[in-house]
């Protein structure tokens, strides 16, 4: 099994709609960094989840989406999310 670090990033700028979020992680077969970066659609968002946008929901969103990629091209690696949001650690162990 192969253990990978993905760093992760999300961002609201507060009075706008503006918002993403991000994710990082060197590749343990090139040894190259990967990055991905999401703009989040205010409206879209609000219609499918029926919440605005906040910078807490950005941080959670960059979570996951490293989840969803993971389980779907990484089955055979453990992950550690590495975030500057103690919610985004909360929100995954059920915590919060």
């Keep these: 099994m192969i253990n990978l670090s993905i760093y992760t990033d999300g961002s609201h700028i507060k009075g706008t709609i503006r918002a993403g979020f991000g994710a990082c992680f060197i590749s343990p077969i090139t040894g190259k960094m990967i990055k991905y970066n999401e703009r989040i659609e205010q409206e879209y968002f609000v219609k499918k989840y029926r919440t605005i946008v ?16 993971a389980a779907r091209y990484m089955p055979n690696h453990r992950i550690t999310i590495v975030s500057d ?4 650690g909360k929100w995954i162990t059920g915590g919060w």
């Design 85 to 88: 949001y103690v919610g985004v």
């Design 54 to 69: 906040s910078n807490p929901t950005a941080e959670l969103m960059a979570a996951v989406k490293v989840m969803q990629f």
